[in-house]
């Protein structure tokens, strides 16, 4: 449909660029609140994480426009920069002209600026956006830049921003120098509903719409919110797209497309999320099914991160029986995906009657101990030919030998082996 059409006289869901109208909800305010606090704070360092679309340039864009004019500001793009790609981009945009400088003259010059600034003026700001997109090397020169400090308060204030979660980024020992500092962890939500309306009928009425009601009535915002999960970049998209097909006034449910939502970046846990947001269906946990000679002994739920099995009462599937090992096995679960390791049992463990030391389980997989079974049912696990894909992470499994070598050090039994044993790759 032309603007003109619909009495529009401009484009209100622009998805390029400055919107034309910013419109707040209570995660935009939350999001502003934390940004101020932060820039106050003696110390202020503060996570803004959000899926794609989720507003974090437009919160970012107004949080800085709202800021004094003689305080420093950089808003910084991190995607692929390095240590001399980022001390130029935070100085080029303090307003200095550089030229062929080393690392070292870039990484003196910016500390003397925030320290002058820090000492005459407010700390100026560093904004980075797409910080988890940032090469090693300039991680590392950040947490040298939040080390700098002027009579004991950051000369520099820090917001990150990513579409995933930072947090374990942060709290990695490398990162100290970074944790040491934070104050927020922030992370976007979906507008609710009655928000979601109010975003669509403001930006109408700041592209000259008199009755933003008659274009998309409350029925059809309540599709457009379901269709774009909330997230204020999907909601322009659907929006635009709606009023695009759309043949007759006001525009129809059926000519709003219906995309693949993202999840938020907080855990799927977090009871903090919105009402009445589009709720993340998650799939239920695996069963094992304990066996021995045709007789279930034991059903479990497998809803915690590890599972040890094995013949000692410590273990969390406990097999009395002289052809399981001490510590047998050791299941792991991460997302989608489960993996079993064999713990240098002494008889071997099986899966579909085939010896392994390391196997992605699939569903309906039979695990087999010594004359006992288990079965690992679990319709949603990803396939053993999709692992390359997953994001099953290594420290995963590591971190789970550290708590299996907890226990044996408790039981004063032998170790386990070594952590580079047995990891899981991407051959498997």
């Excluded at 449909?1 to 998805?15: I, K, S, Y």
């Excluded at 307003?95 to 002058?116: A, K, W, Y």
């Excluded at 820090?118 to 947490?143: G, Q, V, W």
């Excluded at 970049?233 to 759309?246: E, F, H, Q």
Aim: include cysteine.
């Amino acid at each position: 449909m032309d603007l003109g059409a619909a009495g529009l006289t401009e484009q209100p869901f622009r998805t390029h660029g400055r919107p034309l109208a910013a419109v707040s909800y209570s995660s935009f305010a939350d999001g502003l609140k934390v940004l101020d606090e932060c820039c106050t704070q003696a110390h202020g360092l503060s996570l803004i994480q959000g899926p794609t679309l989720a507003g974090k340039s437009t919160l970012i864009r107004e949080y800085v426009d709202s800021i004094p004019e003689e305080r420093a500001v950089a808003v910084v793009d991190g995607s692929g920069l390095n240590t001399v790609g980022l001390l130029q981009a935070v100085l080029g945009q303090f307003g200095f002209v550089l030229d062929n400088s080393s690392t070292n003259e870039l990484l003196g010059l910016l500390r003397v600026f925030v320290m002058q600034q820090t000492a005459s003026h407010d700390a100026p700001i560093l904004i980075i956006e797409n910080t988890y997109a940032l090469r090693a090397s300039a991680l590392r020169s950040l947490c040298e830049l939040a080390d700098i400090k002027h009579r004991g308060i950051s000369a520099l204030k820090m917001v990150l921003v990513s579409d995933r979660p930072l947090l374990p980024l942060v709290q990695s020992p490398e990162m100290q120098s970074l944790n040491r500092r934070l104050t927020h962890d922030f992370h976007l939500r979906p507008m609710r509903k009655g928000e979601a309306m109010q975003y669509i009928h403001a930006k109408l009425r700041a592209a000259g719409s008199e009755i933003p009601e008659f274009i998309f009535p409350l029925a059809v915002c309540t599709e457009l919110w379901k269709a774009s999960g909330g997230w204020p970049g999907i909601l322009d998209r659907v929006a635009l797209l709606a009023l695009a097909n759309a043949e007759t006034l006001p525009v129809p449910t059926a000519s709003i497309e219906r995309p693949v939502l993202p999840q938020g970046t907080w855990k799927t846990t977090d009871q903090h999320a919105p009402a009445d947001a589009q709720p993340v269906e998650q799939p239920p946990a695996p069963l094992l099914y304990l066996t021995h000679q045709g007789e279930t002994l034991q059903e479990l739920t497998f809803d915690q991160p590890r599972m040890l099995v094995g013949r000692s009462e410590h273990n969390d599937i406990a097999i009395n029986s002289k052809f399981v090992s001490r510590h047998h096995a050791l299941i792991v679960r991460h997302g989608s995906s489960t993996f079993l390791m064999d713990l240098n049992s002494t008889n071997g463990t099986f899966v579909n009657s085939r010896r392994v030391s390391n196997q992605v389980l699939a569903h309906d997989d039979v695990i087999s101990l010594g004359h006992h079974r288990i079965k690992f049912s679990d319709p949603h696990a990803v396939k053993r030919d999709a692992l390359d894909s997953d994001e099953f992470a290594d420290t995963v499994i590591m971190k789970s030998l550290d708590d299996m070598r907890k226990l044996l050090a408790e039981e004063n039994t032998e170790l386990l082996p070594a952590a580079t044993e047995n990891l899981p790759t991407s051959g498997f």
